[in-house]
């Protein structure tokens, strides 16, 4: 794997291997406020910590940490971190963990802007459970068979073509309901291309 960023977001902690290898091998780590405290806990010191600072007790005299302080209530830890990231690390993997979990509210608040930013970052979640990503026009992912693939939009859109899947869609219509959860993936790759973003959720 090339180089990537992490976020750590205030949700539920990684514990599966696949997250925490993704924090060992990060080239860098930004930590929402309420997340540094548990990196710490596991002997990881994060590069960069940014929020309001309502949910820590760390402070730059404590530990060599960039410290970015930002007050602004009309959004979340985890959109500062977002919009720091988007005017400082551009172009860069992303992937956030730590979305999910805890706090249903935050949980979709935590989907909308991996939809918003999607638009302009290669930005990937990853929770104990799955990968979530979102898709537009026509893309490879890679896969293992038999492997969970869900694949939901947030409206209803015109075509979605799939190759690869047990189910298969072919300039199909997809509907914001339940219709796309549970597709399995039948080889070591599969595609999607859709005219419109859809989130796509692969069990690890």
Not at 10 to 17: A, K, L, R
Not at 23 to 40: F, P, R, V
């Amino acid at each position: 794997m090339n180089e990537f960023n992490v976020i750590i977001a205030n949700g539920e902690f990684p514990i599966h291997s696949y997250p925490l290898e993704l924090i060992k091998k990060a080239k860098n780590i930004i930590c929402t406020d309420g997340s540094a405290e548990k990196l710490l806990n596991m002997n990881i010191q994060p590069d960069i910590l940014i929020g309001d600072m309502d949910s820590t007790k760390i402070n730059s005299a404590d530990i060599k940490i960039k410290i970015l302080e930002d007050k602004n209530e009309n959004n979340t830890d985890l959109e500062k971190a977002l919009i720091y990231y988007s005017e400082n690390f551009n172009n860069e993997k992303l992937f956030i963990l730590g979305a999910t979990g805890l706090r249903d509210d935050h949980n979709f608040a935590n989907l909308l802007l991996l939809n918003k930013y999607s638009e302009s970052l290669s930005v990937m979640f990853i929770t104990n459970y799955y990968k979530i990503l979102v898709n537009k026009g026509k893309n490879i992912y890679p896969s293992t068979p038999s492997q969970q693939v869900s694949i939901l939009p947030l409206k209803n859109i015109n075509k979605v073509t799939t190759e690869g899947l047990k189910y298969e869609l072919n300039e199909s219509p997809l509907e914001a309901s339940s219709t796309g959860i549970s597709n399995i993936a039948l080889n070591k790759e599969f595609s999607i291309n859709s005219s419109e973003n859809v989130f796509v959720f692969l069990d690890l």
